[in-house]
C-alpha cells in the first residue's frame, strides 16, 4: 500500500480515512480505537469531526494491509479494551446434548464474567484471540455448514471435538492460535 504524500504530516481526518479502506462511517472511531489508537478532535464541540495523527495513519495502514493479508502480528496479544477474540463455550441442553456457542468479544474476560452469572459451571471450549469480528463470522459460517444451527449463535455437532478441532485447523491457518484463558 503506498503512503499518501503529506509534507506537513497534518492530522488526518478520521472520516476519510474511514473512506479511504471502505470503513463504517458510524463505527470508524471505535475501529481505530481498538486497535490501539486514540482519536482526537481540533476543535471543541459535538459535531466537530475526529483526527489521527499523520504517523498514526501510516501505521494504522499496514495493520489494516496486515490484516488483509491474513498476517497477524504475535505481539498483538492485549487490546485496548482487554482480551477480544472469538470464543466457544459448552451450553447444557435440557435433553442432555451438547450445545456450543461461537461468540465473539472485545473483552472476553468480561463477556465470560456476565454468562457466569447466569450458567456458574460455564465451560469455556476455546478461545481464539483477534482483533476483528470478521473471524467470528468465519467460525459461524464453517460451523453452519457442518452442524445443526439450533439458535442465533447455538450450534449441535455429532462430535463437537472433531468440529472444534477443525476450527482450530481454520484459524491456525491464518496465524490465530487458540488459547486458553481463565476468566
Known sequence: MK??????KQPIRLLDFAAEFGLNKVG???????????????????????YIS???AQELRKILQ????????????????????????????YGGSVRIKIGWSEN????LSTYRTIVPDLRVL???PCTDNWHEKMALSYARNNGRHI????????NSEVALEAIDKLFSSLGVKSQDIQP
Not at 3 to 8: A, L, S, V
Not at 70 to 89: N, Q
Not at 151 to 158: I, P, R, V
Request: hydrophobic content about 25%; proline content about 11%.
Open 151 to 158: 439458535g442465533q449463535e447455538l450450534f449441535e455437532f455429532d
Open 126 to 128: 476455546r478461545m481464539w
Open 28 to 50: 470508524k472511531k471505535k475501529f481505530v480505537t481498538r486497535r490501539g489508537f486514540e482519536p482526537f478532535k481540533r476543535q471543541q464541540g459535538q459535531s466537530k469531526p475526529n
Open 66 to 93: 496486515d490484516e488483509k493479508d491474513h498476517r497477524i502480528p504475535p505481539s498483538k496479544e492485549d487490546f485496548p479494551t482487554g482480551l477480544s477474540g472469538v470464543y466457544a463455550i459448552e451450553v447444557p441442553a
Open 3 to 8: 503512503e499518501k504524500p503529506n509534507p506537513d
Open 54 to 56: 499523520w504517523d498514526d
Open 108 to 111: 472476553i474476560h468480561e463477556r
